[in-house]
């Protein structure tokens, strides 16, 4: 038998058990319209004729008092008729009897009936109003009282009868809901005993398929399914047994090879200079090399990562979560992301770096971490910025007196000159006011790598801040031809701010902008809150960075090939740090056809400083 059999006969007991509840509910429907059709059927008929008799003998007693009081001729447009109607339906109550006291009930009425009629026809006979009137009320309308309560009685009979019927109907309405609730709960819980039990039979061999997957799964290959049948999973169960056995046989083929490949590969990261640590997932160490070994005193049993100095523990738990939470491979920004550590030689200073490792289904399980020896590297920057302060401090002295004589020539103070010379001392003075700014950015980076830089809080508003920004530069962007405007969103926050380091970063956010805006362009200098913080943002309408340059707009001495403008690179790099400085945060937006949009924030009084991970 098939697969596609065995489950299909699993699921005939709930058909079976839909069989059998469609029966009894089929009954139970069948039962109550039955009740129902037996009222109507019934009692409802003789009810209707009871209450038109009753009616009809209204009428008919009505003409009978036009008689007595001397209405003739409405007695005898109303008389005949309700006789006739009277006589109609006692006939139909006649052949409508269906309860036992009801027969007895209906001869009474007919007796009284006959009786009040006879009286009735011998008092339309009569002709003198005082007679008339005499009659009425002596013979007529005590006829007619028992007459009407012999209908009444009637009418009382069958309503009675309808009460019963209902309630015997909810009987069997209520016999029949229990019945149905309990076929239903004997019929599912026998066709789910007989399902379950019946695919549980069908899918054991399953199970057996399953558990041998298992083993193969984690390493035996010993494992076998050995199913037996001609179904669709004893054959997939063969097929099983026959790749098991490939796989054994491949194992013991290339358990050499894999060795060998495996000794190759620790050979290979062993003649690395640099310490390589491969982690798993979970942060437990698969390998490492000689140099990690040597210099972090790491080896691959117990608990290596205890052992090694805590800056580097954290750094390297640092980017392993980088690599693992799926963020692909990490590469650090620069060298101050170098740690230091104390080893034999000296110390060093090692830049972390990571990898991830994947499985052949294409998910992270690992992460390679190269600890690259930046010591070298690190002494040349520090000479380099050791050059850089000496520099701009020797260029400082010679570039003032340069000015200064620039200035006391085009001020004429030592004699007239011509306008050729004075053309040639203007753009003299030009270039020694933008050595000056160079000077001045390569000073205030020795003081930033020196750590010396230091700004002094005040809480200003926001608006006060915007607005010198906006004041110092406005001039020199009229003159550029380009707009610069101020736009402030409510509520205006104060922050916490050294008014002379922040000016020196709109100054240099502000002259890129104008620098790079088109003439009759905009810029836009912004300030609105942002949950805790003031942002603020400068938006001009220029080319914008291109994609490949924007993370490294804020490196030092970097510029975007091809821009034009003076300076060496520092301001965006400064601007940062004055900002980083302050407890804020700095970067930049591009939008497609909007230019550039760059922003930092600023502390508001009684706010935290941000804390950069």
């Given at each position: 038998m098939s697969l596609r059999a065995k489950l299909l006969a699993a699921q005939a007991p709930?058909?079976?058990?839909?069989?059998?509840?469609?029966?009894?509910?089929?009954?139970?429907?069948?039962?109550?319209?039955?009740?129902?059709?037996?009222?109507?059927?019934?009692?409802?008929?003789?009810?209707?004729?009871?209450?038109?008799?009753?009616?009809?003998?209204?009428?008919?007693?009505?003409?009978?008092?036009?008689?007595?009081?001397?209405?003739?001729?409405?007695?005898?447009t109303q008389g005949p008729s309700s006789v006739r109607a009277f006589e109609e339906e006692l006939a139909v109550?006649?052949?409508?009897?269906?309860?036992?006291?009801?027969?007895?009930?209906?001869?009474?009425?007919?007796?009284?009936?006959?009786?009040?009629?006879?009286?009735?026809?011998?008092?339309?006979?009569?002709?003198?109003?005082?007679?008339?009137?005499?009659?009425?009320?002596?013979?007529?309308?005590?006829?007619?009282?028992?007459?009407?309560?012999?209908?009444?009685?009637?009418?009382?009979?069958?309503?009675?009868?309808?009460?019963?019927?209902?309630?015997?109907?909810?009987?069997?309405?209520?016999?029949n809901?229990?019945?149905?609730?309990?076929?239903?709960?004997?019929?599912?819980?026998?066709?789910?005993?007989?399902?379950?039990?019946?695919?549980?039979?069908?899918?054991?061999?399953?199970?057996?398929l399953s558990l041998a997957v298992?083993?193969?799964?984690?390493?035996?290959?010993?494992?076998?399914?050995?199913?037996?049948?001609?179904?669709?999973?004893?054959?997939?169960?063969?097929?099983?047994?026959?790749?098991?056995?490939?796989?054994?046989?491949y194992r013991n083929s290339s358990l050499g090879e894999l060795l060998q490949a495996q000794q190759a590969s620790q050979a290979?990261?062993?003649?690395?200079?640099?310490?390589?640590?491969?982690?798993?997932?979970?942060?437990?160490?698969?390998?490492?090399?000689?140099a990690a070994e040597t210099v972090l005193q790491v080896s691959g049993s117990g608990d290596p990562l205890a052992r090694m100095p805590a800056e580097v523990r954290d750094a390297v738990e640092k980017v392993r979560a980088h690599v693992v939470g799926g963020k692909g491979a990490y590469a650090p920004r620069g060298l101050e992301e170098a740690v230091r550590v104390r080893a034999d030689g000296g110390d060093r200073a090692l830049l972390p770096r990571a990898t991830p490792l994947y499985s052949e289904q294409g998910g992270v399980v690992g992460a390679t971490i190269v600890l690259q020896d930046?010591?070298?590297?690190?002494?040349?920057?520090?000479?380099?910025?050791?050059?850089?302060?000496?520099?701009?401090?020797?260029?400082?002295?010679?570039?003032?007196?340069?000015?200064?004589?620039?200035?006391i020539l085009v001020e004429g103070t030592v004699g007239s000159i011509n306008d050729r010379q004075a053309d040639l001392l203007q753009a003299a003075r030009e270039d020694c006011e933008r050595l000056q700014g160079i000077v001045e950015d390569l000073l205030d980076l020795s003081r930033i790598l020196a750590g010396k830089v230091e700004v002094s809080l005040t809480p200003l508003s926001a608006k006060s801040v915007?607005?010198?920004?906006?004041?110092?530069?406005?001039?020199?962007?009229?003159?550029?031809?380009?707009?610069?405007?101020?736009?402030?969103?409510?509520?205006?926050?104060?922050v916490l701010v050294d008014p002379e380091r922040i000016g020196l970063v709109f100054e240099n956010l502000i002259s890129n902008a104008i620098r790079h805006s088109p003439k009759g362009g905009r810029i836009e200098v912004r300030a609105e809150p942002d949950r805790e913080r003031v942002r603020f943002e400068v938006r001009d309408q220029g080319p914008g960075v291109p994609p490949e340059y924007r993370h490294r707009i804020f490196e030092k001495f970097f510029r975007v090939p091809g821009t034009k403008g003076e300076g060496i690179g520092l301001g965006l790099y400064i601007s940062r740090e004055i900002v980083l400085a302050h407890g804020g945060e700095m970067g930049v937006e591009v939008g497609g056809g909007d230019g550039t949009r760059f922003w930092f924030t600023l502390r508001v009084p009684g706010q935290s400083p941000s804390i950069e991970v």
């Amino acid at each position: 038998m098939s697969l596609r059999a065995k489950l299909l006969a699993a699921q005939a007991p709930l058909a079976l058990v839909l069989l059998l509840l469609g029966g009894v509910s089929l009954r139970t429907l069948s039962d109550l319209g039955r009740s129902s059709q037996r009222i109507l059927q019934d009692n409802y008929r003789s009810v209707l004729a009871a209450q038109r008799m009753m009616d009809a003998l209204q009428r008919i007693d009505s003409a009978a008092f036009f008689s007595a009081a001397g209405r003739a001729d409405k007695a005898q447009t109303q008389g005949p008729s309700s006789v006739r109607a009277f006589e109609e339906e006692l006939a139909v109550q006649e052949n409508n009897i269906t309860e036992p006291p009801e027969a007895n009930a209906t001869q009474e009425l007919r007796r009284l009936w006959d009786d009040y009629r006879s009286k009735y026809d011998r008092f339309r006979t009569l002709e003198r109003e005082e007679e008339a009137r005499r009659v009425y009320f002596a013979v007529m309308e005590p006829a007619f009282l028992r007459v009407k309560q012999a209908a009444q009685r009637i009418l009382e009979i069958n309503q009675d009868a309808m009460v019963e019927k209902s309630d015997q109907a909810h009987r069997i309405g209520e016999r029949n809901r229990s019945l149905l609730l309990f076929s239903t709960i004997c019929a599912l819980a026998v066709g789910i005993f007989a399902s379950v039990s019946l695919t549980r039979r069908a899918l054991r061999p399953l199970q057996k398929l399953s558990l041998a997957v298992q083993r193969i799964g984690e390493g035996d290959l010993d494992a076998r399914a050995r199913l037996r049948g001609k179904d669709e999973i004893a054959e997939v169960g063969r097929e099983l047994d026959v790749m098991a056995d490939r796989l054994r046989e491949y194992r013991n083929s290339s358990l050499g090879e894999l060795l060998q490949a495996q000794q190759a590969s620790q050979a290979a990261i062993d003649s690395l200079p640099d310490p390589v640590l491969v982690l798993s997932i979970e942060g437990e160490v698969l390998n490492v090399n000689q140099a990690a070994e040597t210099v972090l005193q790491v080896s691959g049993s117990g608990d290596p990562l205890a052992r090694m100095p805590a800056e580097v523990r954290d750094a390297v738990e640092k980017v392993r979560a980088h690599v693992v939470g799926g963020k692909g491979a990490y590469a650090p920004r620069g060298l101050e992301e170098a740690v230091r550590v104390r080893a034999d030689g000296g110390d060093r200073a090692l830049l972390p770096r990571a990898t991830p490792l994947y499985s052949e289904q294409g998910g992270v399980v690992g992460a390679t971490i190269v600890l690259q020896d930046v010591t070298r590297l690190l002494r040349f920057d520090e000479l380099k910025n050791d050059l850089v302060a000496t520099v701009a401090h020797e260029f400082r002295t010679p570039l003032t007196s340069l000015r200064m004589a620039i200035h006391i020539l085009v001020e004429g103070t030592v004699g007239s000159i011509n306008d050729r010379q004075a053309d040639l001392l203007q753009a003299a003075r030009e270039d020694c006011e933008r050595l000056q700014g160079i000077v001045e950015d390569l000073l205030d980076l020795s003081r930033i790598l020196a750590g010396k830089v230091e700004v002094s809080l005040t809480p200003l508003s926001a608006k006060s801040v915007a607005d010198a920004a906006v004041a110092a530069k406005v001039e020199v962007a009229r003159e550029a031809g380009v707009d610069l405007e101020e736009t402030l969103a409510e509520p205006v926050l104060p922050v916490l701010v050294d008014p002379e380091r922040i000016g020196l970063v709109f100054e240099n956010l502000i002259s890129n902008a104008i620098r790079h805006s088109p003439k009759g362009g905009r810029i836009e200098v912004r300030a609105e809150p942002d949950r805790e913080r003031v942002r603020f943002e400068v938006r001009d309408q220029g080319p914008g960075v291109p994609p490949e340059y924007r993370h490294r707009i804020f490196e030092k001495f970097f510029r975007v090939p091809g821009t034009k403008g003076e300076g060496i690179g520092l301001g965006l790099y400064i601007s940062r740090e004055i900002v980083l400085a302050h407890g804020g945060e700095m970067g930049v937006e591009v939008g497609g056809g909007d230019g550039t949009r760059f922003w930092f924030t600023l502390r508001v009084p009684g706010q935290s400083p941000s804390i950069e991970v």
